[in-house]
């Protein structure tokens, strides 16, 4: 076979397996989406915002479970921001490429890909056994470690981006290297930190497994962050393998809801993003 006539043909082939690789992504997306609409979007009223979890046949919400989940979420992403960007701080201004910069960016990887449920048995372990009971507490130091390999990374990464003479031009200046990485550096990267604290909300809104081991779920309407919680992952979890229809309504409902809320933010971190590049 001609060289010349291989390689089109190698082309063509690779473009078609890319599209039809890129025609499932898609499918698989707008049939997901047009579930939740179709069997979610009916259930929405004013009672899921302002009733809590109700008994089969009865009338109720998931406010029990949308306060839950923004209470737990916003205490797990507080914490790791505050580690995440500190981390990722020291890896991109000190650790660089020291054996122990690269070793906490090995080790912040590994983390990156564990799975939710080894480390909600982790919490589990070390705040709800030995305390003999689950919290929000407990559910928000899960969340807050799902989270905090993302905004270490994302940090690292924005920060490295930043151009050296900010650096040089402040310590030139007299100012010591952490007041310009506080002053200077992090005011420059502000945008790209908020997109990655608005990735690591994206990333644990939607998590169950971790919270079945550490906040459990609570029928109540509770903001004690001391006792179990309810969270719209646990309440779909346990309403979608009801056998009654009115709990499996309401799952459908908590998804799309969080469905809503991770492409609001998607959305946002995008736009977040397009204005810091302008």
């Known amino acids: 076979m001609d060289r010349a006539l291989y390689r089109r043909l190698s082309n063509y082939l690779f473009v078609a397996l890319t599209a039809i690789a890129t025609l499932i992504a898609l499918t698989a997306l ?7 609409l179709t069997k979610g979007l009916g259930g929405i009223d004013a009672k899921i915002f302002t009733m809590t979890q109700p008994a089969p046949g009865s009338e ?3 406010s029990n479970a949308i306060m839950g989940s923004i209470m737990m979420c916003g205490m797990g992403l507080l914490i790791a921001v505050v580690v995440g960007v500190l981390a990722g701080t020291w890896l991109s201004e ?3 490429s020291t054996p122990y910069g690269a070793a906490v960016r090995f080790l912040n990887d590994v983390l990156l890909s564990a799975p939710s449920i080894l480390i909600g048995l982790f919490v589990y372990e070390i705040m709800v056994r030995p305390f003999h009971g689950f919290s929000a507490i407990a559910g928000a130091v899960a969340l807050a470690i799902i989270a905090m ?3 270490t990374r994302t940090t690292e990464d924005i920060l490295s981006l930043q151009p050296s003479a900010l650096r040089e031009a402040g310590m030139a200046l007299g100012a010591s290297r952490a007041f310009v990485i506080r002053k200077v550096v992090w005011k420059s990267a502000r945008a790209g930190l908020i997109t990655g604290a608005l990735l690591g909300f994206a990333r644990i809104s939607g998590e169950t497994a971790p919270l079945l081991f550490t906040a459990l779920g609570n029928q109540f309407f509770s903001v004690d962050p001391t006792q179990p919680m309810a969270s719209l992952p646990t309440t779909i979890f346990q309403f979608a393998l009801s056998a009654y229809e009115d709990w499996q309504r309401l799952a459908w409902v908590g998804a799309l809801l969080i469905a809503v809320a ?3 933010i998607n959305i946002i971190g995008r736009v977040v993003a397009r204005e810091a590049r302008r």
């Open 30 to 36: 707008i049939l997901i989406l047009w579930s939740l």
């Open 60 to 62: 109720g919400g998931l």
């Open 94 to 96: 000190y650790g660089g």
């Open 149 to 151: 390999p993302i905004v």
């Open 262 to 264: 991770v492409l609001s």
